[in-house]
């Protein structure tokens, strides 16, 4: 066995996967052989679900049947219902409100009983997670906000379902479309950190719930899955301030903060869905007369690549991507568990099939040779 110490678990391969591929020198991300560019043009976020979990993309009597299930699971019973109420009454932070209701979401499953490792019933279960996270989120934003929630629609597509219960409103094509393809490009990305959190949950032989629940609370650290509230935030400072971009971001690296949404531990170029979705956002702010998100974000992407040598990530443009949609700021990363499900659950169940208890070693710093002192003497 190596001895060599590597923190973080960096450059060290632990698993096998055929789920999605990253190639950060070439800024390149393939999910089960697609392109992500030819995914997030050409495929809904019902397909590549379907491809994660099934290996394929569906035929379309597949994809069918495949929408019509998920679609039949959206709704939550009352209890789930009273809990979301609970905490969004309570002003629960939205990422520790949505680890609680995936949780909870175990105790209402047809399928809790059965065996950890049984794919059909973990089919099952994802469909139910995945389905049912939607209708939990956009309850839990409209009741802290005052309102009540709106029940899901069997007829609308999974994007603009959620859309539709957030704001009461069915959404236009541009906004539905739009919407998908940021779930798309959000799907999965290799082993990141909420994804091997997920397996090695799974390695345990827990259940889905719980690999599910583990995956959510790692997302919701401010180093994997908070960077595009941030970069929002940081937009909205800039806008505030009356500053040009530049010197915006000139005085906030003199004061020694950095400009969230840039740099990555994959890729050393730009992130391929960064650079889909900057388009997205400024189509979306030509459209709306709101330009200014997305000039803002170029003006500060070019100035930190010139000077800097740093690249936008994917929160860099889904941020302002998200703004334009009429989207909370503070519901950005769980819609980004909303999405990242999918990849989670196709990775827990490739964790099964070939399963081995993840259990990494810790090289010991600490003394050796110390006595217990009688505690009277203490």
């Not at 450059?11 to 789920?19: F, H, I, N, T, W």
């Not at 973990?122 to 389905?131: D, P, Q, S, Y």
């Not at 899955?225 to 970069?231: I, K, L, P, S």
């Not at 941020?319 to 196709?346: C, E, H, K, L, N």
């Amino acid at each position: 066995m190596t001895e060599e110490l590597k923190k973080g678990l960096e450059g060290v391969l632990v698993a096998e996967s055929s789920l999605s591929f990253i190639d950060g020198d070439a800024g390149k991300l393939i999910y089960r052989g697609y392109t992500i560019d030819d995914l997030a043009r050409n495929a809904s976020f019902e397909e590549v679900v379907y491809l994660l979990w099934h290996g394929e993309l569906p035929s379309a009597a597949e994809l069918s049947d495949f929408k019509s299930s998920m679609a039949e699971e959206r709704h939550i019973n009352d209890d789930v219902q009273r809990l979301v109420r609970d905490l969004a009454e309570a002003d629960e932070e939205p990422m520790a409100a949505l680890r609680t209701i995936v949780s909870d979401l175990s105790a209402y499953d047809p399928d809790a009983d059965a065996d950890p490792t049984a794919e059909a019933a973990n089919l099952r279960k994802g469909r139910r997670i995945t389905a049912k996270i939607p209708t939990a989120l956009a309850a839990f934003s409209r009741i802290r906000d005052g309102d009540e929630p709106v029940d899901p629609r069997e007829d609308l597509d999974h994007a603009s379902n959620f859309l539709y219960m957030l704001n009461d409103e069915e959404p236009d094509d541009v906004l539905s479309e739009t919407f998908d393809m940021a779930l798309v490009l959000h799907a999965d990305h290799g082993l990141n950190a909420s994804t091997f959190s997920a397996t090695v949950t799974a390695s345990t032989l827990a259940d889905l719930h719980a690999a599910v629940t583990s995956a959510v609370g790692t997302l919701s650290g401010s180093l994997h899955g908070g960077a595009n509230q941030d970069v929002m935030e940081a937009l909205l400072e800039l806008d505030d301030s009356g500053k040009e971009p530049v010197p915006w971001v000139e005085d906030r690296l003199a004061a020694g903060d950095r400009v969230p949404g840039f740099g990555h531990r994959v890729y050393n170029v730009k992130d391929p869905r960064a650079r889909i979705l900057s388009a997205e956002s400024e189509a979306l702010g030509e459209a709306a007369g709101t330009p200014q998100w997305h000039d803002y974000s170029v003006t500060i992407e070019e100035y930190l690549g010139e000077e800097k040598g740093l690249a936008p990530n994917v929160d860099f443009y889904s941020a302002s991507t998200y703004y334009q949609m009429g989207i909370p700021v503070d519901i950005y990363t769980p819609i980004f568990a909303m999405s990242r499900v999918g990849g989670w659950i196709a990775h827990v169940l490739e964790q099964y099939d070939d399963n081995r208890l993840i259990r990494p070693r810790a090289r010991y710093v600490g003394s050796e040779d110390r006595t217990v002192t009688p505690i009277d003497d203490r």
